[in-house]
């Protein structure tokens, strides 16, 4: 995985013109808003969001940003596998959930803690479900 991020790193603006617009587009779906998504992204500034919405293959690659792209990327995707009936798939972040892990909160709750853990975690739960755990 840490060669990978390095590959990725190197290659900037390219990997982050087709990543960003995959993300933005997830969070569409999901029907986030400017201040969820940058929760989700980990940023602080709301111009930031909008000029990487705008110009994504000007953003700044980083591990971090690589890292909750990743958990994103693999929670959209368990979430197709699990319930691939695509608007139940988006409902289910947002359908309170009495798995200990979100104590009767809605999963996106727990993704907007703001941690890369708390991605982590959601990413782990859904792959869980998806081995038969």
């Known amino acids: 995985m840490i ?11 390219s990997v982050t013109s087709s990543l960003l617009p995959a993300i933005f587009n997830i969070f569409s779906q999901w029907r986030l808003t400017g201040a969820q998504q940058m929760t989700l992204l980990g940023l602080s500034n709301e111009k930031t969001l909008y000029n990487w919405k705008n110009q994504p293959e000007k953003a700044k690659l980083t591990r ?4 909750r792209a990743s958990y994103i990327l693999g929670i959209y995707k368990s979430l197709q596998i ?4 695509q608007a139940l798939a988006d409902q289910w972040l947002a359908t309170p959930n009495d798995n200990p892990l979100f104590n009767g909160t809605a999963p996106l709750d727990r993704l907007l803690a703001g941690q890369v853990v708390d991605l982590a975690a959601v990413r782990n739960f859904l792959d869980a479900e998806r081995s038969g755990w």
């Open 82 to 85: 699990l319930l691939p009936d």
């Open 3 to 13: 060669a990978q991020a390095e590959q990725l790193l190197q290659r900037g603006s």
């Open 64 to 67: 971090d940003l690589l890292e």
